[in-house]
């Protein structure tokens, strides 16, 4: 009997601590993304291509809500206005946008 005890407890102490794993990866993968975010959205501000496009991209990768879809096509745009060929392909095959490629 102990030892199922036993087995009992090291199988709940090895999903605890795969719990905490995980939740602990999930939290360092969103701040790192936040910091991506953060960075990108200052030299997208500044009018650069390449991060407009980033943060498009990282709209994008959050397309479950109206307001990231929103965002992700308005600097989709902006990276496309900026001469971004990979912005004008985002627009043609996710918004049926300028598909004359």
Known sequence: ???NISKC??????????IIF???ATLIRKMVLD??????????????ADAQLR???LYDQVRYTKTSRNSARHWFEKAARNGSE???YM?????????DL
């Open 86 to 88: 990979t912005a004008k």
């Open 22 to 24: 995980v939740y602990g």
């Open 9 to 18: 407890v090291k199988a709940a102490a090895f999903v605890c601590v795969l």
């Open 55 to 57: 943060v498009a991209m």
């Open 1 to 3: 009997m102990d030892g």
């Open 91 to 99: 627009l043609c095959i996710n918004y049926r946008i300028g598909c």
């Open 35 to 48: 910091n991506e975010f953060n960075v990108a959205l200052e030299d997208a501000l500044k009018g650069n």
